[in-house]
């Protein structure tokens, strides 16, 4: 099959990076796979180094015009976003192409507009059942349940201890941290009040949270209205982020809003034991004791999730090993490939 790739995002995040692994998978399973996707986004420039066909635009109009007339030649086109969704779906009736919408926000949709686009969508997939209930609530529609991949790799711990070498950070220090964007539904404000109160008990921890965003200078308010300068590092975004898990004890969610939460993949796939609040689908990755999970909106639970496993390796050592276990099951690229051409030859 000749499957057409649409993500016009202009930053990379959670769904660029499941984008490029949806085509790396499809690829492998001996299909034709192209991209439409923002001029010099970073999708468009790590798909091309993987020698990938890839089609982009410096506005949604020019995107919109070769969807109108350029799609005749694929037979399947995945939209990654719902932005790019909404033009693929006004053109349909002049490419005739069949359309797959992967959502990942679990945030409810509004409006009739959004509700008729959704029913001109052949299948919709939802990364997680929390998004499944979501959308078949709305639109009144069959939605599959196809999760996200998590793929290891080889990471470079030499590179994260330069990263952290110039902080604060004394000797046999447990280091917590998280991949997060420094907006309101990953909880920033939240988390740093878990670790305020975590400071209160003990002094033999550090936090590092990777990620950047506009809530960044309030965030840094905070942090020094706590006191927490030589504890709480605003990392700021770094390529490979991967790499950091090499020397995290102890990975931490506090999101009040999320899809998934493939960073949690993340931490399963390199053993790194996992404390998240209950939001969205995060309770499904976390079940089955594959992490502690804890109340969203509070920095009492979280931080006393924190806590309780600083002296419990045996926890730790179970906790890691069944999260893994599953990861590697579950989420793998070809479990998820599977799962992806399955359905598309369903609809031929």
């Not at 409810?108 to 939802?126: M, N, Q, S």
């Not at 590092?208 to 700021?236: A, Q, T």
């Amino acid at each position: 099959m000749n499957i057409l790739e649409l993500n016009f995002e202009k930053t990379w995040r959670g769904g660029e990076r499941q984008t490029l692994y949806n085509m790396q998978g499809f690829k492998n399973s001996g299909h034709q796979v192209f991209l439409l996707c923002f001029k010099n986004s970073p999708l468009e420039a790590k798909a091309k180094a993987e020698g990938f066909k890839v089609f982009s635009f410096n506005n949604i109009f020019n995107a919109f015009f070769f969807l109108l007339f350029k799609c005749r030649r694929y037979d399947i086109l995945h939209a990654q976003s719902s932005h790019i969704l909404t033009y693929a779906v006004l053109a349909k009736k002049i490419h005739g192409k069949k359309i797959i919408f992967t959502r990942r926000i679990f945030k409810t949709p509004k409006g009739i507009f959004t509700k008729w686009k959704y029913l001109l969508t052949d299948r919709i997939i939802a990364i997680s059942p929390a998004i499944k209930d979501v959308i078949e609530n709305f639109v009144k529609k069959n939605v599959v349940v196809i999760s996200d991949i998590t793929e290891e790799k080889k990471i470079n711990r030499q590179r994260a201890e330069s990263l952290i070498r110039n902080l604060l950070i004394k000797e046999g220090a447990f280091i917590i941290g998280t991949t997060a964007a420094l907006t309101k539904e990953k909880g920033p404000f939240v988390m740093i009040e878990a670790i305020q109160k975590l400071s209160n008990k003990r002094n033999d921890f550090v936090f590092l949270h990777f990620g950047s965003g506009h809530l960044e200078n309030d965030m840094k308010e905070h942090i020094k209205k706590y006191k927490l300068e030589n504890i709480y590092y605003l990392m700021g975004f770094i390529e490979n982020v991967e790499d950091v898990f090499s020397v995290l004890n102890l990975f931490v969610m506090s999101s009040e809003m999320e899809g998934l939460g493939s960073s949690v993949l993340d931490a399963f796939i390199y053993k790194v034991p996992v404390v998240s609040t209950d939001a969205g689908g995060l309770p499904e990755l976390l079940k089955d004791g594959r992490g502690i999970l804890c109340k969203k909106n509070s920095p009492e639970s979280l931080a006393l999730g924190i806590e309780k496993l600083f002296t419990n390796p045996e926890m730790i050592a179970k906790i890691t090993s069944d999260a893994f276990i599953y990861a590697k099951k579950f989420h793998s690229l070809e479990y998820i490939t599977k799962q992806y051409t399955d359905l598309i030859e369903s609809m031929q």
